[in-house]
């Protein structure tokens, strides 16, 4: 089965400042990809940037960006010129690549990311 | 552009009623999902459906719940005796357009509160 970790319950940044959320997984999986999902106060699931295992070349989504370390198992999300509209919970997110039917996603506990005026 | 929407918004039931949550996916979408959020913890998987059955199921996903497609837009879930525990978010999730199967778009979810 696989995990994902988010080892920073709460997390806060100014505003124009960037931040960088953790994330790491554990799997025997060689093909999967990688998500980070946004979740603002009105508890709305936002799909922020995704990965492919295979792609070398780290994702970027305008000001999101993830470092991704797939020997590590490690997949992070820099947020460049935090905006006030950026505080939310900020779900990682796995799912194997089989070829089949399922896409089934595996949910870290998540991060609250505060952004300060 | 598409969305997928969830009604109602927020649903208030007794303990051993049943209840059935509706999501109408992404139009073109072949694939869809429910998860659940209880307050404070983590989104948890519940089942994925596609071609008309279910692909996979968690242990959450007992015998009290099941899952339909009764026309080509909507999407259910029915909890048949709920209980206190069942208590959650309920989200809806559709992917697979033809080029991001993989790709998972979730709808504003439903509150069931059950007391």
């Known amino acids: 089965a696989q995990t994902v970790t988010q080892s920073q319950p709460e997390m806060s940044v100014q505003e124009a400042e960037t931040v960088t959320l953790s994330c790491t997984y554990d799997t025997s999986e060689n093909n999967y990809y990688l998500f980070w999902y946004k979740q603002p106060p009105s508890r709305q699931m936002i799909l922020v940037i995704r990965q492919e295992a295979y792609k070398q070349q780290n994702a970027t989504e305008n000001r999101f960006s993830v470092n991704f370390q797939k020997a590590a198992k490690s997949f992070s999300l820099k947020i460049s010129d935090s905006q006030l509209g950026d505080t939310a919970m900020y779900f990682c997110?796995?799912?194997?690549?089989?070829?089949?039917?399922?896409?089934?996603?595996?949910f870290g506990k998540g991060t609250l990311l505060t952004v300060n005026p | 552009e598409p969305e997928v929407t969830q009604t109602p918004s927020h649903q208030v039931t007794q303990m051993g009623q049943e209840v059935i949550l509706r999501c109408v996916p992404i139009s073109n979408h072949l694939y869809f999902y429910w998860y659940r959020q209880i307050l404070g913890q983590k989104v948890e998987f519940l089942v994925s459906f596609y071609n008309n059955e279910i692909s996979e199921k968690s242990e959450i996903f007992d015998d009290q719940f099941s899952v339909e497609r009764p026309d080509g837009s909507n999407f259910t879930l029915k909890i048949r005796s709920t209980k206190l525990e069942d208590s959650a978010m309920y989200f809806c999730?559709?992917?697979?357009?033809?080029?991001?199967?993989?790709?998972?778009?979730f709808g504003p979810g439903t509150r069931l509160t059950v007391t």
């Open positions: 999730a559709s992917s697979g357009g033809l080029q991001l199967p993989y790709e998972q778009y």
């Open positions: 997110a796995f799912m194997k690549s089989d070829g089949g039917s399922n896409y089934k996603l595996t």
